[in-house]
């Protein structure tokens, strides 16, 4: 029998199923696990008691830490066997955006336990190089493993390294994106560089049915299989094998090594298996409702993405222009509405960034104006499609960026706090950071009504913060709170307006006088904030956004650019990158809370006035609390 047949034929991942229960909680044999080296011992019955624990614990630490549940539950014991045939660290595993990697993270014991994951100071929700040496690559973007991984290899070959394997872990939904191909299109042509593609097929992508691979995929595992399109570009083939049978999976991991070259192991598994909820849902994670993310019933509008995606639907009653462009994620991204509503108006790319954003603007040059929804971080991704292929062609086309500004959690990769910096370069691109659900609303009626070129807005993840209302208008700028006195212009951004009335009210306890605004639209800025910002001792800005070429950066260029020579002090995210802790504590480790501010600005205005300064009540952004894991930050005063 080949092996193709040979392998799958063990078992069907449709078949035995492990599921989570209340007995045998976290037992002596998984404490007893120090280390991968642990797991190569273990007998076949320990191993199959081994499973149902770890799902266990998965499902009472991950699900808590609001992490990916779903695709580590699928790959419990493809994350064993892994294990066992590979010797990690010298075996180098690579895993593709680090959601199936809990598993990894447990075995091998990284610093801060299972019970601190995504913690201040604890286990990050994504395999991190300063947590284990198990782990060489940082990343939270799909389709990238495959890149790493030829690279290595080549450097493998360059130095005449051999005995040590490359494997790269990686989803279906991944191989949506262009940067897979092009890593393939290499791969394929380098039969003397083995590279072992671990394709984790647990058909739980966020549009299983809407893109042409994932119906290769399933073509293949049926009975009359075509020849894969992997074969077709010099690949290797092994599979497809049940990804919960472990000695299923060992015999072809080391069948993959003995090939020598560049493979690809079909790995068949259920996503979110052993726990019903997450198998239930689309995306395999399972959260509890009340805590407002933003993949939330389209009918709690609670959470910002829903407020987006209720008011989109409803502007395309009247705008048959109007188009939706998803990068994989409908629900999470608000679109469930719209896509029920207006199904032949959304369109899905996965988590193909570069592609959804060209494709927005032939969109918008067949006479559409096409809405891209995307994580902030993302957009870093696709920023030369932004800049040449929308902005350079004028294209009318509206960017959606969610999860906006500090995410708490997600690590370094997750925070989206270069939006506002890439996109002040983009000439022609009006922006609006949206304070509250009402001028999100506002915000994206504008966008989508501009049709001279590109509109962005972007907004956080969770749930919408306490509305503020404005006194006042001022042309283009919303004034939140005045004073007579002259004596502070705080200028706030998004959602930090609350923050910095709560800061404003501490400087007017002691006595001096300060206007808060918001200009809702940061790019370009408006006149009135300028000729506003004349009559002040001092500027401020807040943002949640890395200082360097922020709104706060354009507000001092336009100042000095008028000829008016006004101190400014901007408040932000310090230059470097963030590591993973709550959203509270990444904010008053970057002094974004309002008594940092306040006491700054009361430094900077007393110490002009030779009058003592008060104490320091928090720290500066270039003193991180005690326990605070930091990489390349800058000292910002």
């Known amino acids: 029998m080949p092996l193709v047949q040979r392998v799958f034929a063990i078992g069907h991942p449709r078949g035995r199923r492990h599921t989570v229960g209340r007995e045998g909680r976290r037992g002596s044999l998984l404490n007893d696990i ?161 590279v072992v593609i671990v394709l984790n097929d647990n058909s739980g992508s966020a549009a299983p049915d809407r893109w042409a691979f994932t119906v290769h995929l399933a073509a293949l595992r049926g009975p009359d299989a075509p020849q894969t399109l992997f074969e077709s570009i010099g690949l290797a083939y092994l599979g497809p094998v049940d990804g919960h049978d472990i000695t299923a999976l060992e015999t072809v991991l080391r069948e993959a090594v003995e090939l020598g070259r560049p493979v690809v192991v079909h790995c068949v598994t259920d996503k979110g298996r052993g726990y019903p909820k997450a198998e239930r849902t689309a995306r395999g994670v399972g959260r509890a409702p009340t805590e407002g993310v933003s993949g939330q019933a389209d009918n709690d509008l609670s959470s910002w993405a829903s407020v987006f995606g209720h008011e989109l639907a409803h502007l395309a009653t009247t705008r048959p222009d109007l188009v939706a462009v998803a990068t994989g994620a409908i629900e999470p991204a608000g679109l469930g509405e719209f896509a029920r509503r207006f199904p032949d108006r959304i369109v899905d790319v996965g988590p193909a960034l570069q592609h959804a954003v060209t494709t927005a603007a032939g969109l918008a040059l067949g006479g559409a104006h ?177 200082l360097a070429g922020g709104v706060g950066t354009a507000i001092a260029l336009a100042l000095g650019e008028a000829g008016l020579q006004r101190p400014v002090r901007n408040f932000g995210i310090p230059q470097g990158f963030l590591e993973h802790g709550s959203r509270a504590d990444t904010l008053a480790f970057s002094g974004l809370t309002a008594q940092y501010i306040a006491d700054r600005l009361m430094n900077i205005l007393q110490a002009t006035a030779g009058l003592p300064r008060p104490p320091r009540t928090s720290p500066a952004p270039s003193t991180p609390p005690k326990g605070k894991p930091t990489r390349g930050f800058l000292t910002s005063s």
């Open 34 to 194: 120090n280390g991968p080296e642990d797991i190569r011992a273990l007998s076949p019955c320990e191993l199959e008691a081994l499973v149902p624990r770890i799902r266990e614990l998965l499902v009472e630490t991950v699900t808590a830490a609001e992490d990916a549940l779903g695709p580590s539950l699928s790959a419990v014991e493809l994350t064993l066997a892994l294990h066992r045939v590979f010797e990690s660290p010298r075996d180098r595993i690579l895993w593709d955006t680090g959601h199936q990697a809990a598993v990894h993270k447990l075995l091998t014991r990284q610093a801060g336990g299972p019970e601190a994951i995504r913690r201040l100071a604890g286990l990050s929700g994504y395999p991190i190089r300063s947590e284990s040496g198990h782990d060489i690559v940082e990343n939270s973007h799909a389709s990238t493993v495959l890149s790493w991984a030829d690279g290595l290899a080549r450097a493998h070959h360059l130095h005449h390294v051999s005995g040590r394997a490359v494997v790269a872990v990686m989803g279906a939904g991944a191989l949506t994106g262009g940067m897979a191909w092009e890593a393939m299109n290499s791969l394929g042509s380098a039969s003397q560089r083995p």
């Open 370 to 546: 096409p809405v891209v929804t995307l994580n902030a971080s993302s957009l870093n991704r696709a920023f030369d499609q932004v800049l040449l292929d929308v902005a350079l062609h004028h294209t009318p086309v509206t960017f959606a960026l969610n999860h906006a500004g500090v995410t708490g959690e997600g690590g370094a990769p997750g925070h989206g706090v270069w939006d506002l910096s890439l996109l002040n370069l983009v000439p022609g691109l009006r922006m609006a950071a949206p304070r509250d659900a009402t001028t999100l609303r506002s915000a994206l009626q504008e966008a989508v009504s501009y049709q001279r070129g590109p509109t962005a807005l972007r907004f956080p993840k969770g749930r919408t913060v306490r509305a503020v209302r404005a006194l006042s208008k001022l042309g283009g700028v919303d004034v939140l709170q005045a004073s007579q006195r002259k004596d502070i212009l705080l200028v706030s951004v998004g959602t930090m307006a609350s923050t910095c009335l709560e800061a404003a009210g501490k400087v007017t306890a002691r006595g001096l006088g300060i206007t808060v605004v918001d200009p809702c639209w940061v790019k370009p800025l408006a006149p009135e904030l300028i000729s506003l910002a004349e009559q002040f001792r001092l500027v401020a800005t807040v943002e949640e956004n890395t």
